[in-house]
């Protein structure tokens, strides 16, 4: 069966760093844009950052500069570094994998950042 499964989720105070994991299986994982997501209390699941099979990637306008997100075919795992955190970056990280028609979700990482 298909698994994603997030890591390195936790509490951080403004301006502190963390990397998130997302390790994946049963997948052919180097065929897959993989994406991470994140949902605020209250509010609607946004997209934070995409990396392509070929390594393009894009990021939301509000996490670019500061986030960066990279891949390990070898590992199937996908990262997103995550510097000069905010308190507006709480939220439940979710990693996703898509292939055409076909899409898979991680059960998420909570990232909290506060004093």
């Known amino acids: 069966q298909v698994q994603l499964v997030e890591s390195g989720g936790g509490l951080v105070q403004p301006g502190g760093s963390l990397r998130l994991s997302c390790a994946a299986s049963?997948?052919?994982?180097?065929?897959?844009?993989m994406g991470w997501y994140r949902q605020a209390p209250g509010k609607q699941r946004e997209l934070v950052a995409t990396?392509?099979?070929?390594?393009?990637?894009r990021y939301a306008g509000s996490v670019k500069g500061r986030f960066t997100i990279s891949r390990d075919n070898g590992k199937n795992t996908v990262y997103l570094q995550m510097n000069s955190l905010k308190s507006e970056d709480t939220a439940d990280y979710y990693c996703?994998?898509?292939?055409?028609?076909?899409?898979?979700w991680g059960q998420g990482t909570q990232v909290t950042v506060s004093s």
């Open positions: 990396i392509t099979s070929g390594g393009s990637t």
């Open positions: 996703n994998a898509d292939w055409w028609t076909t899409e898979y």
């Open positions: 049963g997948i052919i994982f180097s065929r897959y844009t």
